[in-house]
């Protein structure tokens, strides 16, 4: 009981720092200079906080509409102190194929879970367009892990679906004011046959990435929020 419970806090943050990579565009969209270093606070539904994330762009091959840029991410608790000991850094490659995105989110999960024994991971990509405006629906994308919990097997799925750009808007974050596209997606996680239905609003500013993030319960209550709290270039 002790260790499904420790896994599924660290499926939890797991998908934290993912919604961090989850870049909805090219390369406007998504920091692509190497060294580029992203600091995130993750708030609980009463606006405390509950940890911290560290996302850094480590290599960056190509350019334009063509790129592959390689990212190590980092979580931490409230206390900025590593999950585990030792610290486990996650390592995970976006690639751009002619403009067009490809996140596969069963590498990001498998560098995530390497540690254990028994995880296999699959999924199909998360495929982003080139030019996200208004209005425009981005395809549905999933997940599955199969981990050996004890003698049992435990399945999680988390499918991604029904997102949409809704609007083009400022946003007020403690790294700055940034003009972001707002992203709205339904998230899915089904562990050993249960399902829990969320939303997740997202807002995302050229060159920068992800600045802030909110989740919602299927009745619409806020249960968390991310903020890029520092940003260096």
Request: proline share 4%; glycine share 6%; charged share 20%.
């Amino acid at each position: 009981m002790i260790r499904s419970i420790a896994v599924k806090k660290i499926l939890i943050m797991a998908f934290a720092v993912s919604l961090i990579n989850i870049a909805y565009a090219q390369n406007t969209f998504f920091p692509t200079k190497a060294g580029t270093v992203l600091n995130y606070v993750q708030n609980d539904a009463k606006g405390k906080v509950s940890g911290y994330s560290k996302l850094t762009v480590k290599e960056v091959k190509g350019s334009g509409k063509n790129m592959t840029i390689s990212y190590v991410g980092e979580s931490f608790d409230k206390n900025r102190k590593p999950l585990s000991d030792p610290p486990v850094e996650i390592d995970y490659t976006i690639t751009v194929k002619n403009g067009v995105v490809f996140m596969d989110m069963s590498q990001f999960y498998t560098s995530m879970m390497k540690e254990m024994a028994g995880m296999k991971v699959t999924g199909t990509p998360l495929e982003l367009p080139d030019n996200l405006q208004p209005g425009q629906t981005l395809k549905d994308a999933n997940v599955t892990m199969t981990m050996d919990v004890g003698i049992m097997k435990m399945k999680t799925v988390i499918k991604m679906t029904d997102g949409k750009c809704l609007a083009i808007e400022d946003v007020k974050v403690p790294a700055g004011t940034f003009k972001c596209h707002k992203i709205t997606q339904t998230v899915t996680t089904t562990v050993m046959k249960k399902d829990t239905v969320g939303t997740t609003i997202a807002w995302y500013a050229p060159n920068i990435g992800t600045v802030k993030t909110e989740t919602y319960d299927s009745k619409k209550k806020l249960t968390g929020s991310m903020e890029l709290i520092e940003l260096t270039k």
